[in-house]
């Protein structure tokens, strides 16, 4: 298995363990379902948007593209998104060692965010907050990292990447 496919699984391990004893606070509907695995497949690869070579990366380039496309020629309004996940690649793959901010708690928190620029009305998105954030922190813990804050990533690390 690639590291991937491992993050995705235990993405949506934890995750769904998590959200099928929350369903009604989160207000995930039944039809809502297929979005949120989609969110669980991209958040628990989204810490490694700074490895050159990813999948996510690759991803999240071709879907950032997407979303100013849609932007540009429907009436949803996706181009501010698209533009942000496209700047927040850019400088992660160009700036940031492997395991460095992308797999602290800060990323965790912050980068739910992001599906604020979902259309409004369609989703109740706390709830799509919440599951994106616990997919992202079921990376950080097959990664190795219970409650990483420093943005540094650590010497072995570089190891791990350079193999
Ligand atoms: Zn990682």
Redesign the pocket.
């Known amino acids: 298995m690639t590291?991937g496919k491992i993050?995705i699984f235990g993405g949506l391990i934890l995750t769904g363990f998590v959200i099928s004893f929350f369903f009604t606070v989160l207000k995930i509907r039944l039809i809502d379902l297929p979005v949120v695995v989609i969110i669980i497949f991209l958040y628990s690869q989204l810490?490694?948007i700074d490895?050159k070579m990813s999948n996510i990366t690759w991803l999240n380039l071709i879907l950032g593209i997407t979303l100013l496309w849609i932007g540009h020629f429907t009436k949803y309004d996706t181009t501010l998104f698209g533009m942000i996940l496209l700047t927040v690649i850019v400088i992660s793959v160009l700036k940031f060692p492997?395991?460095g901010p992308t797999?602290t708690m800060w990323f965790v928190f912050a980068s739910p965010f992001l599906l604020l620029f979902l259309p409004d009305g369609l989703f109740y998105k706390p709830g799509l907050m919440i599951s994106a954030a616990i997919a992202c922190y079921s990376?950080?813990l097959?990664?190795g990292y219970w409650f990483k804050l420093t943005l540094k990533s650590k010497k072995k690390d570089f190891t791990i990447l350079s193999k």
């Open positions: 590291s993050h810490p490694d490895h492997h395991r797999h990376h950080l097959l990664d």
